[in-house]
Structures are given as C-alpha cells and as structure tokens.
C-alpha cells in the first residue's frame, strides 16, 4: 500500500465541492449578513449592500465553515463569526477602494464612484464596528483576540503597501510581507476561528491557520498575474489595473530583475506613473512573457497552494478535507 | 437643613481639578497609547502620533478615569480601557478630517493634508484594531459590547450626517440624534465602562452612561456655537469653518426658523454651497446674533450640562465627583 499524496493536479479544480458542503451553513451566515446590516440610515444598507450582495465569493466565510466541517463541528456559534469575517472584509474593500481610487469591483461600479468617497469610508466604518459587535455575541475572547489582531495586521500591511507605492526597490521578501498581512492574515484568521469554536487543541487551530494564510498567498498572488493575462471581466477586475496604478507586483519585481536596461528604465517609468497607456500595457505584457515573470508568479502561487494542502493533511479523510483540497487547486488554477 | 443643589453658575469654572484628580492614572494611560500606536510601518506612529501627540484634551479617557474614581475603584484595568477610548476617538478624527476635506485641528494642519487621505483612512483602520485589541486584553465581554455598539452607533451617525449634508430642512430633533450619535455615545460609554470594571451595579452604569451622553451633547453644542463666535485659534478650530462647510448646526437651524423670508433665503444659498465669503460669514453673525440662535444654542448646552450633573447627584460627594460637575461647567463656559 502506497500512501496518498494529494496533488494539486490530480483533477480539473472546481469550487463546487466547497460551495455545496457549505450550502446550508452559508444560508444562515447570509441571513446574518442581512441582518445585521440592516440600519435606520438608508444609506448604510444600500451601499453595503452594493458590494456584499454583488456577487462576491464569500470566500472568507466559506472557509470558516469549511474548517468547521472538516473539525466535525455539529454547532452553528460560527455562523455569527463567518459574517463578521465577511464584514471585516467587506469593509477593507471599501476603504480599499477608496485609496485606490479604483472604479470597478467585480464587474460593477465601485461604491466609491457611486456614493463618493466620504461615504465609502463611513460605511466602511460602519460594517468594522458591526463585525466587532457580532464577534461579541458569540462571546469568545478568544475568538476576538484572533480577529481584533487580524484588523490590526491588515491595516498595517495596508499601510506598508501605501508606503511602497510606486517604490521600483520594493523586494519580493518584502512584497511577501505585504500580501500576508493584507490579505492572507483573514484567511488564516477565518481558517482559525473555527478550531477554537469547535475547541480543539493549539495545533489543529495551527494547522488551520496555515491552511488559510498559504491559500491566501496564493489567491493573492494568481490574482496579481491574472493582471497581466486576463480580459476585463475575467475577476470582474480590468486587466492592467495594477499596471495601470503603478503597483509593485510579484510579475514587476520578476520582469524588472530579469530585463535588461531598457526594461528596467520602462518599469521605472510605469510603476512611477509615466507609462500607463493600452500601448505600454501591452509591452509591460510582452515583457512579463519573454521572462517568464507570469509564469512564475503562478509556480510560486501552486508552492503555497502545495504547502496549504499539506498543512491539513493531518486530518482524517472527509468530504471537508476533500473539498478543502480541491478549493486550493481551484485558486491556482485560476489564471488559465 | 436645606439639600445642596449643584449648580452650574455656582463658581468660575475650570477642567483643572478633573486634570488633577487623574493626573496619575493618566500618566498610564499615555504609556499604554505611546507603546501601542508602536508600529514596524514608520508612518503609523508618525501620523498617529501628529494627532494623538497633538496636544488634545483626552477627554474622553479622562472621563472614564473620572469615573472610576467617583465609584472608588483602586484597580488598573481601566487604563488599557481608556487608551481604547482615546483610539476610537482618534480613529474617528482622522476619517472625519478625510469625509469633510478639513484642513486644520487643534490648531495644526490635519493628518489628511499633510500625509493624504489613503494614509488617514488606513492608520484610521489600524487605530481602531488596536482600540479592540486592547480590549480584549482587558478580558470584558461587556465592555467589548458597550465600546463596539458605540462604534457601530459613531459610525451611523457620521453617514446620517453626511446624508444631512446641504440639506437646509433639518429639523432640531434629527441634529440632535446626530450629535447623540457621533458624540454623546462615545463619551456615554467612556463613562459606563468605568462602571462595569469598577463591578457596580446596573444603576451606577446608567448614571455614568447618562452624566457621559449630556455631557456630551453640551459639549458638541457649544462646540457648535463656538464657531459663529469665536476667532481661529479658541479650539484650534476656525471661527467660521462649519458655515464655510454649509454645516447645518444648531445657531443655522435656529436662525433660520426665526428668519425672515431674505434671512432663509440667505441660509439656503449658505448651505447649498453658493455663500461661503468672509463678507457671508459676517452676515451669517449678525443673523444669529439678532436671532439669539447662538444665546439659545449655549442655553440649550447649560439645559443638557444641568441634566449631566444630575446625573451623578446620587453618588455620595467627593473630590472626584466635584471635579466631575465642574468639567460640565467648564464645557459649558468655553464660548464665553
């Protein structure tokens, strides 16, 4: 008997397992997110319910749920937790947004570009301080201290990627840095909330943690190559909007230390603000191509997805861990 | 024997008594922000620091400390508290500058102007994180309730007034949900908190909660009235900054109830945006000067102080609750 390695290659990759071991879960976690954006001021359901009704993912309360499950967790604490992930999250693309200036989210016109950006930051506001008052309700300290943490990290990372911006010397160790805390921190904190709902031991809410924050390197990562391949529309994101925005991606720290002169001196120019148009994109294109720059972000993206498999193989074989598996190999597998 | 009633006119007023009476605990509670607005990203504690160092009242963590001392409470679990406090407010402050494109507080050019509305909302959103990290340090689910709904309420009455924004039929009893909202509540919890860890009963978290909130409102109106009286400088503000801003404030809302037809004409095109010269704001201070909408207004404040102080008639006398009344006294004698 040979023992069973789970590779990322072994199937074609869907979502659907996930989606339909969460279903009935994600019914309640959605009547929670409904209600509890409710609000006397119109405006605050209205424009929250802009984006988390537009079709997002739900992919950090997903995985809350789906950890739950592979922990054999019979209770429904997490679902309050699982809408407050997706509040914290739906409030960072709010603010987001604003501090992008971006115009398109998921296909649809930001919020920012609605209702303007005073608006944004206030709902953003909103939905942060609601996330908190549900975490309260399921009453656990515990739960709390990983969340309010997480907050903490992700605002940080989003400063250090402020602070980057349009920076050409930014490292990769340092670009790593900045996609875990801004957005592999929640999915390991998701991933996490689970365990300790369910009261397991250190290690399996370690395990979990790993799980979620190598899955989130990798889902940032295959998104910041779909920049430099996709169509408009792909992610409901435009292709060349980091371009576009000058923003230091693995793909620009790959190209710009594998290009010659003249590419270094284009880089320059983009990620300072002096090349952003449909001509330069499609240079910046060919040059991600000739040095493979893509390519790689995806290899790094599928060593991630590699080790958050491995970080739940501990766990005993079920339907969860399967599903669980399978997600991973879906975000990779994302870009092609 | 007659009862003694504490009267507002009772003496000249001053905070310095309050000052003294915490000035202790509040050497703590500074350390706890200076260590915990710490960051590896420079620019948070720069930025944080150009506000929180900027020489502010901290008044709100001073009223927690206030009231634990009214209650007796000998302990230090409240100082991590009261640095929430201050967080949230900060918080607050930074978004607020970004939502209304101020460029001036407490007398020095704001976070958003100097460093740009992308760094204020973000170290915004760290702030807060902290303020729930140090939370959760303290280890009081109540206390998590009561400083999380007050954010969720802060944050719906910053977009209720946004959507008021310019608009000239707002009536008294909205603007005043609004100030309770984005004012009183804070200062409301700020004080109940204090309660909860001192472990007294519901009583005494209601008192303190109802001495916070008037006290509140007090202070926000005649922070209102301030600004068709004073010169630039009195709060760091500038006398005429709201009108230039169209704000509807109480002085507006009364004015223009007692105008004449040309005297609402005048406000409507003031607060639409089409009447912001200084020859404006100097019509707009003989309008509320002749209507007596900055008399009433401050008469209002002294309706909602007397109420703060009675509030806390109940506890027996002592320096801090002496020190307590002559605060609210103090609030309501700034624009004189």
């Not at 709902?197 to 940032?220: C, H, K, S, T």
């Not at 983009?270 to 720059?293: M, N, W, Y």
Request: net charge negative.
């Amino acid at each position: 008997m040979t023992a069973t390695v789970q590779r990322l290659d072994a199937h074609a990759p869907s979502l659907e397992p996930m989606l339909r071991l969460v279903a009935g879960d994600m019914d309640h976690v959605n009547a929670v997110i409904v209600d509890r954006m409710r609000s006397d001021i119109p405006l605050i359901p209205e424009l929250a319910g802009h984006l988390i009704a537009g079709g997002g993912k739900r992919m950090r309360p997903m995985l809350t749920l789906a950890s739950a499950r592979l922990l054999g967790y019979e209770g429904a604490r997490h679902h309050v937790l699982a809408a407050a992930v997706e509040f914290i999250h739906t409030a960072t693309l709010l603010h987001d947004d604003v501090v992008d200036g971006s115009d398109l989210r998921r296909g649809k016109r930001t919020a920012n570009i609605i209702w303007g950006n005073p608006a944004s930051v206030l709902v953003g506001d909103f939905l942060f301080s609601r996330s908190f008052e549900l975490m309260v309700e399921a009453e656990s300290l515990k739960v709390l201290r990983i969340l309010s943490n997480a907050s903490a990290v992700i605002a940080e990372g989003e400063v250090n990627q402020l602070t980057a911006a349009r920076r050409i010397d930014l490292p990769e160790e340092r670009y790593l840095d900045i996609i875990d805390a801004k957005t592999a921190a929640l999915f390991a904190a998701a991933c996490r909330i689970a365990a300790v709902v369910a009261e397991r031991p250190e290690a399996d809410e370690a395990a979990l943690d790993a799980y979620g924050r190598n899955l989130g390197i990798a889902f940032q990562l295959v998104d910041d190559a779909i920049d430099y391949v996709s169509d408009a529309g792909t992610m409901g994101k435009d292709a060349g909007d980091d371009f576009r925005e000058g923003k230091m991606t693995l793909p620009v720290i790959l190209a710009l230390a594998r290009g010659d002169e003249t590419d270094r001196k284009f880089w320059k120019d983009a990620v300072e603000g002096r090349r952003a148009s449909d001509a330069d994109f499609a240079h910046a294109i060919d040059l991600v191509r000739k040095t493979r720059a893509v390519d790689d972000t995806l290899a790094r993206a599928r060593h991630y997805g590699q080790r958050a498999i491995d970080a739940i193989a501990g766990f005993p074989a079920s339907k969860a861990k399967d599903a669980m598996v399978e997600a991973v190999a879906f975000a990779v597998a994302r870009a092609y």
